[in-house]
Nanobody
Framework: QVQLVESGGGLEQAGGSLRLSCAAS????????MGWFRQVPGKEREFVSA????????YYADSVKGRFTISRDNAKNTVYLQMNSLKPEDTAVYYCAASYRPLFYSDSTYGNGSTYPYWGQGTQVTVSS
């Protein structure tokens, strides 16, 4: 069982930056590939970014590529999402999620929510124009 707790959300102006953190329980954090998703009320959950257990490979949605950076510190059991050049359309509840495995089977799995059995409670990010 993996428990995830997100932090770092808040209100920021367009063009600003925020860094989200996700702290995970468990002794084998490097065995879990991790993902970030976001959701706006009334809309489907959207993939944002993912990272393999070693941190060697990272994936991004086209909408955040070049602005967001995912990273992890396995010694601290924490995954981060650095969000720069924020836009009002980035406003959402952001969730981190953990996979059972350190790698993704294919490029079709890292963005699929069903790949991740463990989810945090979410943190609100609001970007004002």
């Amino acid at each position: 069982q993996v428990q995830l707790v997100e932090s770092g959300g808040g209100l920021e102006q367009a063009g600003g930056s925020l860094r989200l953190s996700c702290a995970a329980s468990g002794r084998t954090f490097s065995s879990n590939a991790m993902g970030w998703f976001r959701q706006v009320p009334g809309k489907e959950r959207e993939f944002v970014s993912a990272i393999t257990g070693s941190g060697r490979t990272r994936y991004y949605a086209d909408s955040v590529k070049g602005r967001f950076t995912i990273s992890r510190d396995n010694a601290k059991n924490t995954v981060y999402l650095q969000m720069n050049s924020l836009k009002p359309e980035d406003t959402a509840v952001y969730y981190c999620a953990a996979s059972y495995r350190p790698l993704f089977y294919s490029d079709s799995t890292y963005g699929n929510g069903s790949t991740y059995p463990y989810w945090g409670q979410g943190t609100q990010v609001t970007v004002s124009s």
